[in-house]
């Protein structure tokens, strides 16, 4: 009798990181941008409870800025899944502080902006399915849509930059945890300037995967991205 074998191999844990340490100096604001409202909470709220509630995800990083006056009165806050992290001066120090915290070998982390709160779960499943495809990691981005052009120092067009291959690099970026944290921490330590994980992993000379995601999923940075992200959040809400 063949006994059909029920083994599954067991699969690497999940580990979001949510750099959440920033201030948010481009919005204006009179918070940090990661606590300005957004549907029935905050812009970090929205963002932590698509990752919460992704049964994909075993467990959630944030890095909160040292004097992180807001973050207590969450009820995210509370998330058994949850653990907080003391972020960094730049966004690569506060991911890479929350990756130090991570004790599993063998995880993916899932590194995903808190200014982020218009993902969705497909597209996480999307970048979760990849890691066959691109064992190295990979980022979603969105192919760009407009003419491109490089600007002067006096403010006209310089040249138009070919954009048949030019993508918006979005969040989540999804990489093994052993090869990130050290090609951050030595990315940092060249003076790279590291403004996303996938720069990083392509000093070291790592070719992340490139995994088409949604255009909606913007980085609230400047004041009319706020109600933006309120009409496409709305508009996910409606149609789920
Ligand atoms: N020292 C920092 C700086 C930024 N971030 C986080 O990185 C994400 C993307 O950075 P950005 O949009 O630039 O946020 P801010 O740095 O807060 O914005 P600004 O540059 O306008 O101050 C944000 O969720 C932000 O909270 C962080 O964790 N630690
Ligand atoms: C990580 C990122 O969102 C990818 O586009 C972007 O690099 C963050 O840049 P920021 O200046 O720290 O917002």
């Given at each position: 009798m063949s006994h059909q074998s029920s083994f599954k191999p067991l699969q690497p844990k999940v580990i979001a990181v949510v750099p959440a340490a920033g201030i948010g100096s481009r919005m204006k604001a009179e918070c940090p941008k990661q606590y300005l409202p957004l549907a029935d909470s905050c812009i970090l709220a929205v963002t932590l409870d698509v990752l919460l509630s992704?049964?994909?995800?075993?467990e959630v990083f944030v890095a909160l800025n040292a004097?992180?006056?807001?973050?207590?009165?969450?009820?995210?806050?509370?998330?058994?899944k949850l653990h907080q992290v003391i972020g960094g001066a730049e966004r690569v120090d506060s991911v890479i502080a929350a990756l130090k915290?991570?004790?599993?070998?063998v995880s993916w982390a899932l590194v995903h902006d808190a200014a982020r709160p218009c993902l969705t779960h497909a597209d996480i499943d999307k970048l979760l399915a990849s890691r066959e495809q691109y064992p190295q990691g990979a980022i979603l981005a969105a192919p760009v849509r407009d003419t491109m052009k490089r600007a002067r120092k006096d403010g006209c067009i310089d040249t138009t930059v070919p954009r048949d291959a030019l993508w918006h690099a979005l969040t989540p970026q999804f990489f093994p945890t052993a090869t990130l944290l050290p090609a951050l921490e030595q990315a940092v330590q060249a003076g790279v300037n590291v403004t996303d994980e996938a720069s990083a992993m392509e000093w070291a000379g790592v070719a992340p995967g490139l995994v088409s995601g949604r255009a909606?999923?913007?980085?609230?940075?400047?004041?009319?991205?706020l109600p933006l992200a309120a009409l496409y959040l709305a508009h996910h809400r409606s149609i789920n």
């Open positions: 992704h049964p994909a995800i075993d004097d992180d006056q807001f973050f207590a009165q969450l009820p995210q806050a509370q998330h058994p915290q991570i004790d599993d070998a909606d999923n913007i980085k609230v940075t400047h004041p009319d991205d």
